[in-house]
């Protein structure tokens, strides 16, 4: 998904927080924020993908600041939270595929523009599925061998489990996190803190630090078993934003609450709905 009028807005947003996020120091703060305003200022263009100019501000940011996962709090209370209300929700769903994925898309309303608190009510509530195609992906399960998973936030870590064992019933799975911090998104250490790592058998990581993912920067792992994988369950905005640039219709089940106006405009739903469609 190219770059729409309202991302510039929402890139210069980005920057301020992390900035801030990373470091208490002022001085250091305006050097980050000032370095990353300036690539938005000459970078930014309607032929890209907003990702991609995000990774650049997370790079300057940490290397200005000596801070390589500003966001590391953020994430361990997002964890706390839903770890603390998974086990209080798990009974409001059903053991099946449709409801193992309302159960993981709901956790996408953890976002790092909201406050834990904020996301909280969401996360007990029954998602209603604006877009659902929860049935074309037990056909497609059935007929798959090799599933990559690719994981998003480090808070919903809890609520892709059963979605992932359901889907073990039918294919060989392989979770996917971020080799290195970006954002709140989940990296093997964040994995391993939360204790879940042995639940998840394979377990590989994107070779990137970037939101979605950067296939120029990706692994060489990583780009084999993506092309090889007979079907990509796909979590949150940015793998959307990124996997969406590219004709492999069939192939990619995209799971994600779509949270900004071009996300919605671009899946023709009504900001905030649910989506767990193939495209």
Not at 73 to 92: D, F, G, N
Not at 159 to 173: C, H
Not at 247 to 274: Q, T, W
Request: hydrophobic share 40%.
């Amino acid at each position: 998904m190219k770059a729409a009028f309202e991302c510039y807005g929402c890139l210069k947003k980005l920057i301020e927080q992390a900035a801030y996020l990373a470091t208490k120091d002022s001085s250091l703060r305006q050097r980050a924020i000032k370095s990353a305003m300036n690539i938005l200022r000459s970078k930014f263009s309607y032929s890209q993908m907003p990702i991609v100019l995000a990774t650049k501000f997370h790079n300057i940011i940490k290397e200005i600041t000596g801070n390589p996962d500003p966001y590391r709090e953020m994430k361990e209370k997002e964890i706390a939270t839903a770890r603390e209300i998974y086990p209080r929700i798990i009974s409001q769903y059903k053991n099946d595929l449709k409801d193992c994925v309302k159960l993981a898309v709901v956790a996408n309303a953890i976002d790092f523009f909201r406050e834990i608190g904020e996301a909280e009510a969401d996360l007990q509530k029954i998602v209603n599925l604006t877009l659902d195609d929860s049935d074309i992906l037990e056909g497609r399960l059935r007929d798959s061998s090799n599933v990559l998973y690719l994981a998003d936030n480090a808070g919903e870590v809890y609520f892709d489990l059963p979605l992932f064992r359901w889907m073990k019933r039918f294919a060989y799975i392989t979770y996917v996190v971020k080799s290195a911090a970006v954002q709140d998104d989940i990296t093997m250490e964040d994995l391993k803190k939360t204790g879940l790592e042995g639940e998840f058998g394979r377990i590989i990581t994107t070779g990137v630090a970037s939101p979605g993912i950067i296939f120029d920067l990706a692994s060489d792992e990583f780009k084999r078993e993506f092309k090889s994988a007979d079907l990509v369950f796909a979590k949150g905005m940015g793998y959307y934003e990124s996997l969406s640039e590219f004709p492999m219709r069939g192939k990619i089940f995209y799971c994600l609450k779509a949270k900004c106006k071009p996300v919605a405009d671009s899946l023709e739903v009504p900001l905030n709905s649910y989506v767990a469609k193939f495209c």
